[in-house]
């Protein structure tokens, strides 16, 4: 079955750029799924950061499009996250998952990673 | 603050029937998008529990099950089990916010 794993550094410092990478097992990057990323701070609810297809097609959360990018790494069957200027505020659990869709703007996601903690302190 | 809110708690004896209402708005749940559920047990990922509003996928008893109308969504579970204390969320897509939203989340706690 399809698993993910997310793999990065876990302390990142103020202002620094935070990186994760999410390793995909028994199913294609090029597939037809939206390769994506969410996060929950501790103790509280999830947000979606955004997504991307194989085809190039990328959507970011307006609240965070200005300082994240998502890219695909075909060679390695992979995906990324990059956060720009982190504040104490993107300390989270950091999950990506595999976006799946019937028809636009309908995605749900599964399966997720098992998630790695991600802290933003000096 | 999310879009679609859930009660923080809702509680039941084992065996009983649960309800855990998802309440959203004309431009997500409203505007016909489609409604998803969502698992989380203590220290765990989220898991995939019902997708588009009331498909079960392989493996999830049919215990729970999902509907929506309205602007409203709601997922039941019906003959409650210990091993059902968790959070659950339930997942849309927002035009306004042009992006997917997530509930507030609710702890199901079993008495």
């Known amino acids: 079955q399809v698993q993910l794993q997310e793999s990065g550094p876990g302390l990142v410092e103020p202002s620094g750029t935070l990186s994760l990478t999410c390793a995909v097992s028994?199913?294609?990057?090029?597939?037809?799924?939206?390769w994506s990323w969410v996060r929950q701070p501790p103790g509280k609810g999830l947000e979606w950061i955004g997504e991307?297809?194989?085809?190039?097609?990328?959507s970011y959360n307006p609240s965070l499009r200005s300082r994240v990018l998502i890219s695909l790494d075909k060679s390695e069957n992979q995906f990324s996250l990059k956060v720009f200027s982190v504040t104490a505020a993107d300390t989270a659990v950091y999950y990506c998952?595999?976006?799946?869709?019937?028809?636009?703007?309908?995605?749900?996601?599964?399966?997720w990673g098992q998630g790695t903690p991600v802290i933003v302190s000096s | 603050q999310s879009v679609l809110t859930q009660p923080p708690s809702v509680s039941g004896a084992p065996g009983q029937r649960i309800t855990v209402p998802c309440t959203g708005s004309?431009?997500?749940?409203?505007?016909?998008?489609?409604v998803h559920w969502y698992q989380q047990l203590p220290g765990t990922a989220p898991k995939l529990l019902i997708y588009?509003?009331?498909n079960r996928p392989s493996g999830v008893p049919d215990r729970f099950s999902g509907s929506k109308s309205g602007t409203s969504a709601s997922l039941a579970i019906t003959g409650l089990q210990a091993e059902d204390e968790a959070d659950y969320y339930c997942?849309?897509?927002?035009?306004?916010?042009?992006?997917?939203?997530f509930g507030t989340g609710t702890k199901v706690t079993v008495l």
């Open positions: 991307m297809y194989h085809l190039g097609y990328s």
């Open positions: 997942q849309s897509y927002d035009s306004s916010l042009r992006a997917y939203v």
């Open positions: 028994g199913d294609s990057i090029s597939s037809d799924n939206w």
């Open positions: 998952a595999s976006g799946r869709t019937t028809t636009a703007y309908n995605n749900w996601f599964d399966p």
């Open positions: 004309s431009s997500n749940i409203g505007a016909g998008y489609n």
């Open positions: 588009v509003n009331n």
